[in-house]
């Protein structure tokens, strides 16, 4: 709900015209006054572009509300320990968003995987070669095996009509499978699929969140390096970032996990763009929940580690964590106000 004031049209010693301020008093009594709902307010006029912003951040967050009380996520294995802050319960989610969640063992879709023949893999790979640079440097089983768990979990996200995923990754890929799933991960999000390693929900969450307001890939990553100068934060992770966010020099180059050695898992700077959102939804220690977000712009830089990386230059100081191209902190705001959890901007 948009509670909305007009301005009074003239102010000339005559009529008071709209006392629409008045009214706009009146009516967030009532509202309060009904079941205490939130609601969003707006003072100023129709031709005003603080009203366009302000009417249309919250139009994008009541459909996104609306939406995702139709998405249906997936728990693919357990958060490793110490990775508690991604972990959640279904009936929080549902509770909380009118998320679904169900649950599965990494295994079984190990077990899967292994069952297919090179034969029935064999577009799942042609697929991954098209969309990445330097496969072919990657040893063939390790290929092979990629396309083996791309053809698991694509079929699963269909057949079960999953909109997000948070994947468990290492250790159980590289000692139970030999192969990572980082860029099958990567392969799940440039197809729409929101897809978080680590098995962590609310990262995922997260990142199906801001794919919806962008209408394309985010990048999902860990804040891991402060530039006090620049002001900003590089953002990085294993691998497991979408193919369309590479570098146009570079292209989406495959490398290996920079802890096991082994490959495929994406390795590339991300493209840069103007406008950034940084967000991150998070749980606080009693249940109830919070949204971080800080704006900026990535920066054109390169490949700042082994694995994927980002850099945003925050519009705060960056002492002061899903990038999303575009700025969209007013729509998460009016959400956050929307379901009542606190803001944290910076």
Known sequence: MLLWTLRE??????????????????????????????????????DEERSRETIEAVVKAAALKKEMRSLKMSAVGHTPQGFGFGRALDSELMNAFGVELEAIEARELIDKAKTYSDEEVAAYLEKTE????????TPEHNRIDHARLLKAYSDYVREHNIGALASRCWPDFFTA??????????????????????????????????????GEPVFF?????????????????????????????????????????????????????????????GREPDGFFRFFLTEGEALDKPKQFIGTSIVVKTDSPAREVVVIRGRHAAALEELANMYGFEVCRY
Request: net charge negative; aromatic share 8%.
């Open 177 to 214: 499978f030999g192969t990572p799933v980082c860029t099958v991960l990567s392969m799940l999000n440039d197809e729409g699929v929101a897809a978080a390693c680590e098995a962590d929900i609310y990262g995922a969450l997260s990142m199906w969140i801001g794919m919806q307001l962008s």
């Open 9 to 46: 049209p003239v102010i000339d010693g005559g009529r008071l015209r709209l006392n629409s301020l008045t009214g706009a008093y009146s009516a967030a009594n009532t509202l309060r006054a009904f079941d205490d709902r939130s609601f969003a307010y707006l003072f100023g006029a129709p």
């Open 130 to 137: 098209k969309m990445t640079c330097g496969l072919d440097k």
């Open 221 to 281: 990553g860990d804040p891991v390096s402060l530039d006090e100068g620049e002001n900003t934060v590089t953002f990085w992770h294993c691998g497991a970032a979408a193919c369309s966010l590479a570098r146009h020099d570079t292209g989406a180059v495959v490398g290996v996990h920079p802890n096991r050695k082994i490959g495929p898992a994406m390795d590339f700077g991300c493209e840069a763009f103007p406008e950034a959102t940084v967000f991150r939804i």
